[in-house]
């Protein structure tokens, strides 16, 4: 009997046992359970894509804002630049114009909110504010004498330059500063590079183009790659007495002695200038003073003559006044015949005076047969330009 009760109750017991293991069992998640997972899936990456959009968008307006303002401080220290620039003898004003533009361009694009544009207009336009070369010139000696006595014979220009960009180009002129209102130019040369010494002898094409006792001044140019012009500003310098060798002898030429046009009276002006030709020809007793004088073309040929053969006498007369013997002047008028110049303008260089030293009677001699070769009733016209 206890066999069987233990048989029933181990029968039992397993069946007891498979029904609770079949309780406990996982089950499948219904498709409802799976929709809710997903749902909730996808509202996690919603939120996380929305707080990426969100710092994105934090991100971008606020590198928008930093650019904006980065650029109104650009266009703003432009413009301070600008001002302080037209205020400023020493920029570049070719240069600084192009500058203009470019910030009327920038300050467009800045309205139109194109920042990153207006930016780069800005910083492109403080590369054309740039300083022009800065120049210090020395000259010597100030008063100039290329005789070719050893004295004073030569112009020595010593120069430097300080300059931002490299010097592209140099100019010296040299101009003479009278007679008349309008400087005339005698000389001009340049290159490249800009010399720290340079030696001018007073010649141009192998001839002296500077006379005595006339007033002269010298200006030196420098051009750097962008187009500055830095200059030294005027270098003046006074020419001392001086004789030339000529065909027609050995000759002083004076171009500063002035007379107005078509008369003879000689100004006061000139007593200064007469006074020291007379000091320098004492220094030589035993020469023969020829005095010529001349005219510009702008009369009749015959009126000419006549108005120089006046000029020359009345610059005697002074010399003859100031203590000169009168047996060594010899005056002659060389009418309109020996033109200096036929550039407009520059009509007092013909209206001159020039003293011709006379030593021999061959080398006077050979001086009136030159005279004689002039034919003073020819009308003299300025060559055609080609």
Same mark, same amino acid.
């Given at each position: 009997?206890?066999?069987?009760?233990?048989?029933?109750?181990?029968?039992?017991?397993?069946?007891?046992?498979?029904?609770?293991?079949?309780?406990?069992?996982?089950?499948?998640?219904?498709?409802?359970?799976?929709?809710?997972?997903?749902?909730?899936?996808?509202?996690?990456?919603?939120?996380?894509?929305?707080?990426?959009?969100? !710092?994105?968008?934090? #991100?971008?307006?606020?590198?928008?804002?930093?650019?904006?303002?980065?650029?109104?401080?650009?266009?703003?220290?432009?413009?301070?630049?600008?001002?302080?620039?037209?205020?400023?003898?020493?920029?570049?004003?070719?240069?600084?114009?192009?500058?203009?533009?470019?910030?009327?361009?920038?300050?467009?694009?800045?309205?139109?909110?194109?920042?990153?544009?207006?930016?780069? !207009?800005?910083?492109?336009?403080?590369?054309?504010?740039?300083?022009?070369?800065?120049?210090? !010139?020395?000259?010597?000696?100030?008063?100039?004498?290329?005789?070719?006595?050893?004295?004073?014979?030569?112009?020595?220009?010593?120069?430097?330059?300080?300059?931002?960009?490299?010097?592209?180009?140099?100019?010296?002129?040299?101009?003479?500063?009278?007679?008349?209102?309008?400087?005339?130019?005698?000389?001009?040369?340049?290159?490249?590079?800009?010399?720290?010494?340079?030696?001018?002898?007073? !010649?141009?094409?192998?001839?002296?183009?500077?006379?005595?006792?006339?007033?002269?001044?010298?200006?030196?140019?420098?051009?750097?790659?962008?187009?500055?012009?830095?200059?030294?500003?005027?270098?003046?310098?006074?020419?001392?007495?001086?004789?030339?060798?000529?065909?027609?002898?050995?000759?002083?030429?004076?171009?500063?002695?002035?007379?107005?046009?078509?008369?003879?009276?000689?100004? #006061?002006?000139?007593?200064?200038?007469?006074?020291?030709?007379?000091?320098?020809?004492?220094?030589?007793?035993?020469?023969?003073?020829?005095?010529?004088?001349?005219?510009?073309?702008?009369?009749?040929?015959?009126?000419?003559?006549?108005?120089?053969?006046?000029?020359?006498?009345?610059?005697?007369?002074?010399?003859?006044?100031?203590?000169?013997?009168?047996?060594?002047?010899?005056?002659?008028?060389?009418?309109?015949?020996?033109?200096?110049?036929?550039?407009?303008?520059?009509?007092?260089?013909?209206?001159?005076?020039?003293?011709?030293?006379?030593?021999?009677?061959?080398?006077?001699?050979?001086?009136?047969?030159?005279?004689?070769?002039?034919?003073?009733?020819? #009308?003299?016209?300025?060559?055609?330009?080609?």
């Amino acid at each position: 009997m206890k066999k069987l009760l233990l048989f029933f109750f181990i029968i039992f017991a397993g069946c007891a046992l498979g029904i609770s293991a079949e309780e406990t069992r996982p089950q499948p998640p219904s498709e409802e359970e799976i929709l809710r997972q997903q749902i909730i899936e996808i509202m996690e990456r919603i939120n996380k894509n929305s707080e990426a959009a969100q !710092t994105a968008y934090r #991100e971008v307006t606020a590198a928008a804002e930093a650019l904006r303002l980065e650029t109104e401080q650009r266009l703003k220290n432009l413009d301070d630049t600008i001002k302080a620039a037209q205020e400023s003898k020493l920029v570049n004003r070719d240069l600084l114009k192009q500058a203009q533009g470019m910030q009327r361009n920038a300050q467009a694009q800045f309205r139109a909110k194109n920042y990153r544009e207006a930016l780069a !207009t800005a910083n492109s336009a403080f590369e054309f504010i740039t300083d022009v070369p800065l120049v210090s !010139t020395t000259l010597q000696p100030r008063l100039f004498s290329p005789d070719g006595d050893g004295v004073n014979d030569d112009l020595l220009f010593e120069t430097s330059v300080r300059a931002k960009n490299p010097i592209s180009n140099w100019e010296l002129r040299i101009m003479r500063s009278e007679p008349g209102d309008v400087d005339i130019e005698v000389f001009r040369t340049g290159g490249k590079g800009v010399p720290d010494r340079y030696i001018w002898k007073g !010649t141009r094409d192998g001839k002296v183009v500077v006379d005595s006792a006339t007033n002269y001044y010298a200006e030196l140019y420098v051009i750097d790659e962008k187009g500055g012009r830095g200059e030294s500003g005027r270098l003046n310098f006074k020419t001392d007495i001086f004789v030339n060798r000529t065909e027609r002898g050995m000759m002083i030429d004076i171009t500063s002695i002035k007379f107005e046009p078509d008369k003879s009276v000689l100004l #006061e002006e000139n007593y200064p200038i007469i006074q020291t030709i007379r000091q320098f020809l004492l220094k030589y007793p035993e020469y023969r003073v020829v005095v010529e004088g001349h005219a510009h073309f702008s009369g009749p040929a015959a009126w000419s003559y006549t108005l120089s053969q006046r000029r020359a006498q009345a610059v005697a007369d002074y010399l003859i006044s100031l203590g000169m013997e009168k047996d060594r002047l010899i005056v002659q008028g060389m009418g309109e015949a020996l033109p200096r110049t036929f550039e407009a303008g520059e009509d007092p260089l013909n209206r001159r005076v020039s003293f011709i030293l006379i030593r021999s009677e061959e080398e006077l001699e050979a001086y009136h047969k030159f005279v004689k070769t002039i034919n003073f009733k020819k #009308e003299v016209t300025a060559p055609k330009k080609k």
